[in-house]
C-alpha cells in the first residue's frame, strides 16, 4: 500500500502560479504511474495530469500550456505546477498513484482557491 501526502495549495488571485507536492511512502517500488486529479463543487472528480515511471505525461485539454507534472523519482515525489491559474481552476486537488498491479492509491487533497 502507498501512503500519500499532499502539500502546496493555498489561495492566488486569478493569473497567479501554485505548485503542488505529492510525496509518496510505503509501498512505492512498484508505481507504475503518479498524477493529479481535481473536483470542483457539484463536478465530478477530473483527471488533470498524470506522468509514468518512464516520464511520460498526458494533461487535461483545459490545463495545456499552463500546468506541468514533473516526477522526482529519488524522492518518489511528484509535482504540479500551475500558472496562469483561472477561477474555474478552483477545486480540490488530488494526487493519485497506481502501480503495476493496478493498486490505486488517493492522497487527501489539497484546496485550491483562485479567486480576487
Known amino acids: 500500500q502507498v501512503q500519500l501526502v499532499e502539500s502546496g495549495g493555498g489561495k492566488v488571485q486569478p493569473g497567479g502560479s501554485l505548485r503542488l507536492s505529492c510525496a509518496a511512502s510505503?509501498?512505492?517500488?512498484?508505481?507504475?504511474?503518479m498524477g493529479w486529479y481535481r473536483q470542483a463543487p457539484g463536478k465530478q472528480r477530473e483527471l488533470v495530469a498524470t506522468i509514468t515511471s518512464g516520464g511520460s505525461t498526458n494533461y487535461a485539454d483545459s490545463v495545456k500550456g499552463r500546468f506541468t507534472i514533473s516526477r522526482d523519482n529519488a524522492k518518489n515525489t511528484v509535482y504540479l505546477q500551475m500558472n496562469s491559474l483561472k477561477p474555474e481552476d478552483w477545486a480540490v486537488y488530488y494526487c493519485r498513484v497506481i502501480t503495476t498491479a493496478g493498486y490505486v492509491s488517493w492522497g487527501q487533497g489539497t484546496q485550491v482557491t483562485v479567486s480576487s
Open positions: 510505503g509501498n512505492i517500488f512498484n508505481i507504475y504511474a
